[in-house]
């Protein structure tokens, strides 16, 4: 029974727009290196350098053992103290080293109203200590996936760049990081809770995340086109 509530509560991370965002399939088919520049400066808020390591590092002691196992182990990555990616690089300096790559390291921009949501919505998974927030940890962790998944595409396919490989290390290790060592960790967790007092719960998490992230990729759209440096 409870695998199959996984089953369907997978199939409603795949499916909401926050995994099907139109931002998203531009991202994919690659920004224009000003469009790029932008985006990087723009999710910067919410990202390694910003408010996603406070966020680790607040909920990873206040969830209960077992469950904060995935939030420690992914914590560690982010911190550099980890060679799953066969590098251990802080990941807040690989964020860095592609902004300067690109030109822009020392620039900050202001984060758009939908961003600002979103980096709310971490900071309430920061302070929570119920264990059904893992269902919003492991959504986050395959709408994270998709977007550097295809910003990795979107890079690769804008020769004019002038990128290599080492420049963009920073969504190589979230790409291959997200989708196939920290969301698979969620699984069996979110099995133990789903029992049926628990399944309203871990939706509405689940929810939750997703709506803040559908809102920042909204606004990544919308500000790129109109934002200057």
């Not at 921009?109 to 961003?115: A, I, K, N, Q, W």
């Not at 979230?174 to 939706?203: C, T």
Request: aromatic share 10%; glycine share 6%; charged share 25%.
């Amino acid at each position: 029974m409870n695998k199959t509530y996984l089953q369907k509560l997978k199939e409603y991370i795949l499916n909401h727009p926050a995994l099907n965002n139109p931002f998203l399939k531009e991202l994919g088919r690659g920004l224009e290196f000003e469009e790029l520049k932008k985006y990087e400066l723009l999710r910067s808020p919410t990202s390694s350098e910003g408010s996603f390591v406070e966020m680790l590092e607040k909920v990873s002691k206040n969830i209960p053992v077992p469950y904060n196992k995935p939030l420690i182990e992914n914590l560690a990555d982010e911190l550099g103290q980890s060679t799953t990616y066969g590098i251990n690089v802080p990941h807040a300096e690989l964020a860095r080293r592609l902004k300067r790559a690109l030109g822009i390291g020392g620039i900050i921009l202001e984060p758009s109203p939908g961003t600002q949501q979103y980096v709310k919505m971490q900071k309430i998974l920061g302070l929570t200590k119920d264990p059904c927030a893992l269902a919003g940890f492991w959504a986050l962790e395959y709408s994270l996936g998709r977007e550097h998944c295809l910003a990795i595409e979107g890079i690769e396919k804008k020769e004019f760049y002038g990128l290599n490989a080492e420049n963009y290390e920073y969504h190589r290790v979230h790409a291959i990081g997200d989708l196939e060592k920290h969301a698979p960790a969620f699984e069996s967790l979110i099995i133990q809770l789903a029992n049926e007092y628990n399944q309203k719960r871990l939706n509405n998490w689940a929810k939750k995340v997703l709506t803040a992230r559908k809102s920042h990729l909204d606004s990544l759209q919308k500000y790129l086109l109109m934002t200057n440096f």
